[in-house]
T-cell receptor, first 113, second 119 residues
């Protein structure tokens, strides 16, 4: 069965620090991978997605993620975080067609001044 | 981009009553929508897949008679929590997939979510 795992439960960073959130997936077929962000009190927003092609995907707000097939990973990165990046980040994966997304447990990012 | 809207955003109901939550795709047609449940500080758990014109597919452990899903049109799916109890209090989120190519293509978009509190 497909699964998505996020290693970090809670990450605390100072402003301007670099960010990398881990995500590993387990899926037997074609895999589509996503990163979503959920700001406090708000709904999920798509940061970026990967289907095929260039394994380095650039998303909104300066985020990027790299798909490494040999490591079954899709880690999220940002070179310099801001206080406004404080949120819950979810990695998700799913097949094509009408299959639902499977979510990781999420990583809470707290950025302190 | 594609928009998925849920209504209501907040609802409080008495134990034993039923509550209906609507999920609409505002600018695209969705043959399939998904319903998730999120407990505080936890991840999203898939409850069911809603298929337009046919029965929903429920995940293991989800009571289909308690969580009634109807997908009567290509832009509307409803989740009805029947005979609600306090343990049903949660954040319910729907999503729909935009098919095809383009910037919004092949992406699942989420509604704003609906907070249900059963007292």
């Amino acid at each position: 069965a497909q699964s998505v795992s996020q290693h970090n439960h809670h990450v605390i960073l100072s402003e301007a620090a670099s960010l990398e959130l881990g995500c590993n997936y387990s899926y037997g077929g074609t895999v589509n991978l996503f990163w979503y962000v959920q700001y406090p009190g708000q709904h999920l927003q798509l940061l970026l997605k990967y289907f095929s092609g260039d394994p380095l995907v650039k998303g909104i707000k300066g985020f990027e993620a790299e798909f490494i097939k040999s490591k079954f990973s899709f880690n999220l990165r940002k070179p310099s975080v801001q206080w406004s990046d404080t949120a819950e980040y979810f990695c998700a994966g799913g097949g094509s067609g009408n299959t639902p997304l499977v979510f990781g447990k999420g990583t809470r990012l707290s950025v302190i001044a | 981009g594609a928009v998925v809207s849920q209504h209501p955003s907040w609802v409080i109901c008495k134990s034993g009553t039923s509550v209906k939550i609507e999920c609409r795709s505002l600018d695209f047609q969705a043959t399939t929508m998904f319903w998730y449940r999120q407990f505080p500080k936890q991840s999203l758990m898939l409850m069911a897949t809603s298929n337009e014109g046919s029965k929903a597919t429920y995940e293991q452990g989800v009571e289909k008679d308690k969580f009634l899903i109807n997908h009567a049109s290509l832009t509307l799916s409803t989740l009805t929590v029947t005979s609600a109890h306090p343990e049903d209090s949660s954040f319910y989120i729907c999503s729909a997939r935009v098919t095809g190519t383009g910037r919004s293509g092949n992406t699942i978009y989420f509604g704003e979510g609906s907070w249900l509190t059963v007292v």
